[in-house]
């Protein structure tokens, strides 16, 4: 292969990654099309998120929003996660993060973010 052919396709990818994070992950944010590409969990609903709200209990959370897809412990705080993401395609099209953080069994922080 010649070196200016070469030289032709790594541009014309660095234009293709530019022109997606120009027009592409805008576009899929304001068509939802994150949503594609984000796995929630069993009986997650946007309308129950929106009801947890700060110095909420364990338990609270759960009987609005159900199991969470993940539990982890961040630092000195439980996570429950209600999304994941799975697909190659969320570096073009994005996935929305939705997240509860506890401390001390109260909800601390509430997070819903598309990436």
Do not use: C
């Amino acid at each position: 292969m010649k070196t200016s052919t070469l030289a032709a396709i790594i541009l014309s990818l660095v234009i293709l990654l530019f022109l997606s994070l120009i027009f592409i992950r805008p576009l899929s944010q304001s068509l939802k099309l994150y949503k594609l590409t984000t796995i929630y969990a069993q009986n997650y609903k946007d309308k129950n998120f929106l009801e947890v709200q700060k110095n909420m209990s364990f338990s609270q959370v759960h009987e609005i929003m159900g199991d969470p897809l993940e539990k982890y412990d961040w630092g000195d705080k439980k996570v429950w996660s209600y999304s994941r993401t799975d697909s190659g395609w969320n570096d073009f099209i994005g996935w929305e993060s939705v997240r509860v953080f506890f401390k001390d069994g109260i909800v601390t922080d509430i997070a819903k973010i598309v990436f």
